[in-house]
């Protein structure tokens, strides 16, 4: 390596550079403090000094010669073209910058923090810079402002910022994040900031590798997206926020790798509508990205809150799970326990597990969702629900908050306030509109409220729906039908399965239990003028059904029943076997396509098993004996609770 005097070093560069570079096939170093212009001969080019001496022109670039630390030329080759590395060493950082791109990318550094902006000439005349990232430091920064596309390696970065966002790219642009393989990665900011997170991005970000990527958000979130977030392939921890841990505008995608989120005082992942700068709404017709939706098709994700009123997945648009293909499994574990955030005793705020303010689409994948927060969901949406695959298990097991005064006379634990007019119901699953259920395997439960309930329509076509609750198992503020599918409804505490409006019976294998008279296990809404109506399917009713039923296809009733013995329901060649509960109500209606038969104390092998051991559909069934079937023309005594229930907040 050779060294030259800011003094002479000019002077001698623009006699010697050609032949030097040519020569030796040297690289030409130009360093300003801790940032380094690096050249080959062919793009430093024509070097000249202009202005009395003041002024050095290299490929393009003018430097002010009173700012050169010193120019050196190596025989190691240059860094590739596009290339910006940035390397921090506990106080200090260095930053080399490839020839081809110097002119347009301007970097300062002040102890360990660096700020660059790309200029004018990104993309149009070079293609994308990429910036590549190591080192560690506790007192550090990168900062990036541009307008141009660009690509970023996080190759073994740990930086913690105490005074702003650690990683903080102000590019409105795309921004493709890579972390390198087999490398830790960890960033973090400081306490008591008003910045939006420790990684905060204006641009669309794609975050990918086959590394590992932490983060922590003292003074906000841990990540802020203001418009979308792709993630693929990568482990990434949100280890700890002030508020949610990853907050994104636009809409947030995985279709691959881990995401871990813990240690948050909001929410795990929100998804909000695109704002503009001042932090207002665009109206959708004005940007067609502004969709606030939230899309996984892939991936392990596994969220624990424990903040009061927190949600584990949030979107304020579409939120969609699938399963794209068998080689990325999509593997979801979401568990809350903060319960209900009294803050505003106006309007209390519920946790969930998952929230979505519009619609909420499940057609694939592994998940369970773990709510045992006080009025806490498991699923929870303003929208419609529809589910047509995936293994779905939803449980809320905290208590109701609030007080059974001005809630009607509900079963469940209570909690909170005892004057409390304000309540927050703890139910598995819950929406404001439709519920379509046409597939998957679902399990449902509820501890303290109902399991299942829209408070508009249910529809169930297919799949495996078995849900246990205190109060009503599944529950139609309107009408209810079920054409399909294998569904179990068992409460202890109220009616099976209710409906405030008609329910039609017309398909599948029913399963439904209720608590005792004066409920049912099959309730619709006969004191405001609606009907049971049984077209078909499979029934068993334990505690029979609602006074007034409309009967095409005919039911059979047994006067009695024994508590946890094996039944089986016999239809020509298929075979539905049961367990009963420990109670419930009064005798048991079954109901069938042809007359059935009814045995009691069998023994059952083989089969598909049901609704958490208590069904068996398509098993060898020994042993038992003959139970007497009646003719039922339907009620039993009761009107069966349903109908005009206060609803739960």
């Known amino acids: 390596m050779k060294h030259y005097s800011i003094k002479a070093a000019i002077a001698a560069l623009v006699t010697i550079h050609c032949s030097l570079f040519t020569a030796t096939a040297q690289t030409l170093n130009i360093v300003q403090g801790s940032v380094t212009d690096q050249y080959t001969a062919v793009q430093a080019g024509e070097m000249a ?12 670039k003018q430097y002010a010669v009173s700012n050169i630390t010193k120019i050196y030329t190596t025989a190691d080759e240059a860094i590739a073209d596009n290339a910006v590395s940035v390397s921090y060493n506990g106080s200090e950082a260095q930053v080399v910058i490839a020839g081809n791109i110097a002119q347009h990318v301007s970097a300062t550094v002040s102890g360990a923090h660096v700020s660059i902006n790309q200029g004018e000439g990104i993309g149009d005349d070079t293609g994308k810079v990429e910036y590549t990232l190591s080192g560690e430091s506790s007192d550090g920064q990168f900062y990036l402002a541009g307008s141009y596309k660009m690509d970023m390696t996080l190759a073994g970065l740990t930086l913690t910022n105490p005074s702003g966002p650690a990683l903080y790219i102000d590019n409105g642009k795309k921004i493709n994040i890579s972390v390198k393989k087999d490398t830790e990665n960890t960033l973090a900011d400081g306490t008591g900031g008003d910045w939006k997170g420790a990684v905060r991005i204006k641009g669309h970000t794609e975050l990918k590798g086959k590394g590992t990527l932490s983060i922590t958000g003292n003074s906000a979130n841990a990540f802020w997206g203001k418009e979308f977030l792709e993630v693929k392939n990568l482990t990434l921890n949100i280890l700890g926020a002030v508020k949610d841990g990853i907050n994104v505008n636009q809409h947030f995608t995985m279709e691959s790798g881990t995401l871990n989120i813990s240690g948050v005082g909001d929410d795990g992942l929100q998804v909000s509508f695109e704002t503009d700068d001042d932090d207002n709404i665009i109206p959708l017709s004005e940007e067609e ?33 699938s399963e794209a293909s068998s080689d990325t499994p999509t593997l979801i574990t979401v568990t809350t326990s903060g319960g209900t955030d009294t803050s505003d005793s106006s309007d209390l705020k519920a946790s969930a597990c998952i929230k979505g303010d519009a619609s909420v689409a499940i057609s694939g994948g592994t998940m369970t969702f773990t709510n045992s927060g006080q009025g806490g969901r498991a699923i929870n949406t303003d929208g419609t629900l529809d589910i047509t695959g995936g293994t779905i298990t939803a449980q809320a097991k905290g208590s109701n908050y609030g007080s ?45 409220h109902e399991g299942l309930e829209s408070k508009s329509t249910i529809d169930i076509t297919g799949g495996t729906v078995s849900v246990t609750a205190s109060d009503d198992a599944i529950n139609a503020a309107s009408h209810l039908t079920i054409s399909g599918g294998y569904v179990m409804g068992y409460s202890t505490g109220n009616d099976g399965i209710d409906s405030n409006g008609n329910m039609y019976i017309k398909g599948g294998t029913v399963y439904a239990i209720c608590s005792g008279q004066p409920e049912v296990a099959l309730d619709a809404n006969t004191e405001g003028g609606y009907k049971l109506y049984v077209t078909g399917g499979t029934i068993v009713a334990i505690g029979g059904l609602e006074n007034g039923a409309s009967l095409s296809q005919t039911c059979y009733q047994a006067s009695s029943w024994n508590r946890n013995t094996w039944y089986a329901l016999t239809v020509g060649s298929d075979t539905f076997a049961f367990k009963t509960p420990q109670s419930g109500g009064s005798g048991i209606v079954v109901s069938a396509a042809t007359t059935p038969t009814l045995q009691s104390g069998v023994t059952v092998s083989g089969g598909t098993t049901l609704f958490g051991g208590m069904g068996n559909a398509g098993g060898t069934v020994s042993s038992g004996s003959n139970v007497s079937l009646s003719s039922y023309s339907g009620g039993q005594g009761g009107m069966g609770g349903g109908g005009n229930r206060p609803g739960g907040r």
């Open 49 to 60: 000094y202009t202005d009395g001496g003041t002024t050095l022109t290299v490929g393009g």
């Open 289 to 321: 990205e502004n969709t606030g939706a939230l899309t996984i098709t892939g991936g392990n994700i596994t969220i624990s809150n424990t903040a009061a009123g927190s949600k584990g997945l949030k979107t304020e648009g579409a939120l969609t799970i």
């Open 404 to 448: 059974s005064s001005g809630g009607g006379n509900r079963p469940g634990g209570w909690g909170g306030s005892s004057t409390s007019s304000n309540h927050k119901y703890a139910k598995g699953v819950k929406a404001d509109g439709a519920i379509t259920i046409s597939g998957g395997d679902i399990t449902i439960s509820s501890a303290s």
